[in-house]
C-alpha cells in the first residue's frame, strides 16, 4: 500500500561532478625528496589539492595505509626514512599499499624508467611520470585520471552502456535505474536479485561499477 508513493529515482538524482570541484575535493601527495622536481605551487595554482612530503616515516606511512589520499605520486628512491622503516624504497611502498588495497591509484614519479631492476615498479604502479616533467601535460595527465575515476558522468555513462546491452524495455530499464540510486542515495547494498529480475543477466560489470559511484557521491557530497 505504502509502496505506491514511494519516490522513484533515475540517474538524475545522482548530481554530476564538476573537474573544478572534482580537483577541489580528491587528495593527492607527492613524495619525492627533491621538491624542485614536481610544480607543487604550479598544480595548486591549476585548483588541485595537493600535498608534498620529502621522505615517508612511520606517521606518514599509517596515513598512507589509511587510504588519506585518493592519488599518491611517488618516487622509487630516496623516500623512506630508514631509521625508523628499515631498508625499503619506494617499490617496497608500493607493493605494500597495493596489497592493502588493490584501488589505491599510484603513479611512478622517477628519472629511473630504463632501469631494468626497477621495472616491477613502473608495472604495478597505475600511471608513470618520467622526470623532468612539465607542468601543462601533468595538469592534462592528473584531470584525466581523476576524470576516470573519479567523474560520476563517466561512470553513470558505463551502467547505461552496459544496461542497455542487455535491456530493451524502456520500464525496465527505470527499474534498474531506481534501483541502483535508491541503494546510493538510501546508503544500502544494491539489491542484485532484483537486478537480475529486471533482466539483467550479467550484474558483474553493474555491481563493480555500483560500489565506485556508490564511494564517489559519498565523498562529492558528505566530505
Known sequence: MFGFFDKKYTF??????DIN???KRIKIVVIDDNKDSFPIETMQDFGFTLEYWKIID???LKRLENNEFDIIILDIEGVVEITELGEKDGLDILKSLKNKNSKQIIIAFSGSTYDVSKGEFWKITDDFLKKPINAFDTKEMLEEIILSHYSINNLINQLKQIINKQIDNPKEIEKIENIIVKAIKEEKNLDIVKIIKAGIADTSGIMTIFVTLNEVYKKLNYE
Open 58 to 60: 612511520s606517521k606518514k
Open 12 to 17: 538524475a538524482d545522482i548530481p554530476l561532478s
Open 21 to 23: 570541484d572534482l580537483k
